[in-house]
């Protein structure tokens, strides 16, 4: 509880008022309120006591003013009320066809693939922005951000790396560190990660499949052994590092840590190291309009920053009692005014 206080101390100020929250979700029905991070800031923004509304994702719509209508961004908002019980987590207690304008701020939290439907959401939510909604993460930041690639940006702290879809670039990366990691840019949870190595009789079909025959660009990086001891999932909100990650420890025989591929997540306080990646990341990004991110180490090794829907929120607060959600919330009451 210190280490929460502490953190979220500079945030805190004044009395608060209630806020309309609206969070950008996949359907409903979908969600694992069990471990999803989504569910977890809802029932954290009930909890200091603003209202929560839903809204599907494949809803977003923009009309022009006029013919007695408001126009601008809208979307089929569900005003729900989050419970505990897991199985049952919410009551719906009304829907309606509602503009952006509405809320006090929009949360996106669509999980990927990031394909056009998503890039045409961050567009509307870009038009909701210039008529005056608050959106977090910042659209145009989910849009300009590429989750693999961004690493590039920070490459002192990643380790080596190649992005291509040349074959012959694919190989030669391949011979040279003879142990590596392939992956698509745009995947998550785990999806289509290979590992190769040098002597691999797969190694050249691998490439031909992830790369669709040299068409799609792809990443490949040195395998990191530290994975035994997890892929770290470190939480950033409002440029500060969460004190614990998640280090996600694969199953046996597995070489993926993600815990949708079967992986273990075991909460642990942030090494030297974590912390100088993530203190350096951290004010870089919330200047972007990057609310809330993830970053992903492995040993003392960078490999991702995500912002579209990070999550890890509950397995930390399980096993340390820290509340990300909650700070989440916090930090959106700070950016909305209220301290």
Not at 145 to 159: C, G, T, V
């Amino acid at each position: 509880m210190g280490q929460q206080l502490h953190f979220e101390k500079h945030l805190l100020g004044g009395s608060k008022r209630s806020l309309r929250l609206a969070f950008v979700l996949d359907p409903l029905s979908s969600l694992k309120a069990w471990k999803d991070s989504s569910v977890a800031m809802m029932r954290a923004a009930e909890k200091h006591g603003h209202e929560v509304y839903a809204i599907d994702c494949a809803t977003l719509g923009w009309r022009k003013p006029g013919n007695g209508h408001a126009g601008g961004v809208f979307g089929e908002a569900v005003h729900i009320h989050p419970r505990p019980d897991d199985h049952d987590w919410f009551r719906e207690t009304g829907r309606s066809w509602m503009p952006l304008k509405s809320f006090d701020a929009v949360v996106m939290r669509k999980d990927p693939p990031f394909d056009f439907e998503y890039l045409t959401a961050t567009w509307l939510l870009e038009r909701a922005e210039a008529d005056g909604v608050r959106v977090f993460n910042r659209p145009k930041a989910l849009r300009e951000h590429s989750e693999k690639l961004s690493i590039a940006e920070f490459s002192r702290f990643s380790p080596p790396t190649l992005v291509s879809r040349d074959p012959n670039q694919l190989q030669h990366f391949i011979d040279e560190e003879r142990d590596v990691i392939l992956k698509p840019l745009d995947g998550m949870g785990g999806s289509q990660i290979f590992r190769v190595h040098r002597n691999d009789p797969n190694r050249n079909v691998i490439l031909e499949t992830l790369t669709n025959d040299g068409q799609r660009t792809i990443m490949a990086q040195r395998y990191l052994p530290e994975i035994s001891q997890g892929d770290k999932r470190i939480l950033l909100i409002a440029g500060k590092p969460v004190p614990y990650c998640l280090a996600r420890i694969p199953k046996a025989g597995e070489t993926r840590g993600n815990l949708a591929a079967g992986g273990t997540g075991v909460a642990q306080e942030l090494s030297p190291r974590d912390r100088e990646i993530a203190e350096t990341l951290g004010p870089i990004l919330i200047k972007r309009g990057l609310m809330l991110v993830g970053i992903d180490v492995i040993g003392d090794y960078l490999t991702e920053i995500n912002v579209t829907s990070p999550t890890c929120m509950v397995e930390i607060r399980q096993q340390t009692g820290f509340d990300a959600a909650g700070a989440t919330i916090t930090a959106i009451e700070h950016a909305c005014g209220l301290s």
